[in-house]
């Protein structure tokens, strides 16, 4: 098909001349807003420690994807609501459409890999570090992009072109009148959905359950008269220390501050794992937000070619598409939003500050993205979390109690400058 075929389809003639002007001005100005937002975030990303963890690998790819998006598709795009058709012939059309499928791909791939990081961090925190390992995490990013662009290629049912009847570059139907459209809607947007629906649905369970133990197990220590309770746990070798000094009618001066310096540096502990829960929460709310967006953006334009494939409503199509180009830019709004550290990450990169000066307390305390891999502090926050959950144990099963914080100390070794906190 020749450049001068395109030409002789202008089916922009049901749209009036105002709307295709706002539908320009919009996806102009969403595609400077996309790239501005997601260069910076990269940069921000990378150049701030503090804010690298394995969810920041799968944001930066995502931001990537965003990137190109806003880079080679949305000027075409812009041009065509500014000349009525497309008129940059067949090679660009094949393009365009191979980049726009494989950039929705890729986003929506990699929100489903921070979704499932954040399940296994919830839920399955004992086999996280065996899966985020830094290769693991790399085969997964690139997995994304070669599922989501080869997917494409062997395009067995139909053919990239321009649509003249929605006039835009699309999958056409072959000369059966077969797509390949129904098939990548259900692999590529149907399934990744599913999948995000489900980890979310088992993460609020998780917590839940979680919340509801740590509540019981708060009025079960209410209830404890208080000559019974302790500053020191009765099972450490500080108390047995302190009880044997007492009864030798020794001075237990010395006893007593190592308590209150336990005890202080239990507090510290706990200060730093209830800020850490409270950062991977707020990072997986931040990813749900996301997911929503993202669905809330392709919604309309599907609606619009499922219910007005005539095109008699052209106003519900340039919603539809404004809605699309939105995907691209709308991330960084709600990094933006929903998470302090990314903001202060943004500061150090428009106002050039050293990056040293981000305060600690990013998405997760240990869960630092570095060039030798990635710790898992924050697994260890997890398991300090349940310890907490779980109900008090008889004397009996403290053995085991403690046979099981062995397990977890062995499977997370301690690193310099960090404390197990046993609660």
């Known amino acids: 098909m020749s450049a001068a075929s395109f030409t002789l389809h202008p089916v922009f003639h049901r749209f009036s001349r105002p709307l295709l002007t706002f539908a320009a001005i919009a996806t102009i100005t969403i595609m400077v807003t996309g790239i501005v937002g997601n260069l910076l975030t990269i940069v921000a990303l990378l150049r701030c420690p503090k804010v690298r963890?394995?969810?920041?690998?799968?944001?930066?790819?995502?931001?990537?994807?965003?990137?190109?998006?806003?880079?080679?598709?949305?000027?075409?795009?812009?041009?065509?609501?500014?000349?009525?058709?497309?008129?940059?012939?067949?090679?660009?059309?094949?393009?365009?459409?191979?980049?726009?499928?494989?950039?929705?791909?890729?986003?929506?791939?990699?929100?489903t890999m921070i979704s499932i990081n954040r399940y296994i961090m919830i839920a399955h925190y004992s086999i996280y570090p065996k899966v985020y390992k830094t290769s693991w995490i790399m085969v997964m990013i690139v997995a994304c992009w070669l599922f989501s662009y080869g997917f494409q290629l062997p395009t067995l049912f139909g053919k990239f072109g321009y649509n003249t009847q929605l006039g835009t570059c699309s999958i056409l139907p072959d000369d059966e009148g077969r797509s390949s459209k129904t098939a990548m809607f259900i692999i590529a947007f149907i399934i990744p959905c599913m999948i995000i629906v489900i980890c979310y649905s088992r993460i609020f369970c998780v917590v839940h359950k979680s919340d509801k133990r740590m509540k019981n197990h708060s009025k079960s220590q209410c209830n404890i008269p208080n000559n019974l309770r302790s500053a020191v746990d009765p099972a450490s070798p500080l108390s047995a220390g302190s009880s044997s000094s007492a009864n030798n009618n020794s001075i237990s001066y010395t006893a007593s501050s190592s308590a209150v310096k336990v005890a202080g540096a239990r507090t510290a502990a706990d200060t730093r794992d209830a800020k850490a829960r409270r950062n991977e929460w707020r990072i997986t709310k931040m990813v749900l937000a996301i997911f929503l967006s993202f669905v809330m953006c392709y919604l309309p334009i599907t609606i619009s070619k499922i219910v007005d494939k005539n095109v008699s409503v052209p106003v519900l199509h340039i919603i539809g598409y404004i809605m699309l180009y939105l995907s691209a830019c709308i991330n960084p709004i709600i990094y933006v939003i929903m998470n302090k550290q990314y903001r202060q990450a943004y500061k150090t990169v428009i106002f050039c500050k050293p990056s040293r000066l981000l305060g600690f307390g990013g998405s997760s305390v240990g869960e630092k993205w570095k060039d030798i891999g990635y710790s898992y502090n924050h697994s260890r926050t997890m398991v300090s979390q349940v310890s907490i959950a779980e109900p008090e144990s008889p004397p009996s099963s403290r053995l085991r109690q403690g046979n099981r914080i062995d397990r977890c100390r062995n499977a997370f070794p301690l690193q310099p400058g960090v404390m197990w906190t046993v609660l």
């Open 53 to 111: 963890n394995v969810a920041a690998a799968f944001i930066i790819s995502l931001c990537i994807a965003d990137c190109l998006f806003c880079i080679i598709v949305l000027p075409f795009n812009a041009m065509r609501f500014i000349q009525g058709t497309w008129m940059h012939g067949e090679t660009l059309c094949t393009l365009i459409t191979f980049m726009q499928y494989g950039s929705v791909g890729v986003s929506l791939l990699c929100i």
